[in-house]
């Protein structure tokens, strides 16, 4: 496991804005798999940012930048609500569309979402599971981490081999969820959400983590037993995983 500990929230979205360019600068049709929450709220503006500006033409009448190409990237959508569909505000899909894929210009079509209203969720998660083998697997995937450990909605009790499927939200993520959408009537109740073994494959993670409330919860996911009750403790023997905390976040370690 690897430790970026950076000062502040801002440093935290910087740094891992830096991970992806380079990622996109090296491989122009790299796989990423992304999360929503507040967590990487800054690291989509900073990497819009970086994108945008490196499409403004050059001073001096020199043409334009080197611009970011974005245009082979694919990316998967970490989790979303099962009943959930584009358009509903509490669609997390439609939130990655907001923070970033709108924002960098990316093709919709480059995009995979989990589809909510599927009459066959079972069937979405294994073409999932498909398209991700398609690709020749995720890149990069960045994660953050429940109040409870969960990753994605990998709830507490989830297995290291499981694959991406329906899962039964836990109250405390009904609870924490609750803040996105005014209220925990709002929360759904269930998810789909891609499996920890499907995350344990992807060739890099990185686990964001920022603030004091997750200090006590990100010190059991490092210090812990590594144990199906802390799902994000069962990344902790991923060869190439990488946990970017701020230091209120890291402040229990
Ligand atoms: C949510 C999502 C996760 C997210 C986590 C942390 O329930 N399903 O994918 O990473 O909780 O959210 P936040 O970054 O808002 O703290």
């Not at 930048?65 to 584009?86: A, K």
């Not at 609750?178 to 109740?189: L, S």
Request: some cysteine; proline content about 7%; hydrophobic content about 40%.
């Amino acid at each position: 496991m690897n430790f970026v500990i950076a000062a502040d929230y801002n440093a935290l979205s910087s740094a891992a804005a830096d991970r992806i360019e380079s990622l996109a600068r090296a491989k122009p049709n790299a796989a990423l798999g992304l999360p929503t929450g507040e967590t990487p709220v800054g690291v989509y503006r900073e990497f819009a940012r970086r994108v945008r500006e490196s499409r403004l033409p050059l001073p001096l009448g020199e043409g334009r930048g080197e611009g970011l190409d974005l245009s082979h990237l694919t990316i998967f959508v970490l989790d979303e609500y099962l009943d959930v569909g584009r358009g509903d505000p509490r669609c997390l899909a439609d939130w990655l569309d907001r923070d970033l894929i709108r924002p960098c210009e990316i093709a919709p079509g480059r995009v995979h979402v989990f589809d909510g209203l599927s009459a066959e969720p079972t069937l979405t998660c294994a073409e999932y599971e498909a398209a991700i083998v398609e690709v020749g697997g995720i890149d990069l995937q960045l994660l953050g981490l429940g109040p409870n450990g969960h990753v994605g909605f990998n709830e507490p009790g989830s297995r290291p081999d499981s694959r991406s499927r329906v899962v039964r939200l836990a109250a405390e993520s009904i609870a924490s969820n609750a803040r996105y959408w005014g209220g925990p009537d709002r929360v759904p109740r269930y998810g789909l959400t891609m499996g920890l073994a499907t995350l344990r494959q992807a060739r890099e993670i990185l686990l964001l983590v920022s603030g004091a409330n997750k200090a006590k919860i990100l010190r059991e996911v490092v210090e812990g037993p590594m144990t199906n009750d802390v799902p994000a403790s069962l990344l902790r023997d991923h060869p190439n995983v990488t946990v970017m905390a701020d230091r209120e976040a890291a402040a229990d370690l």
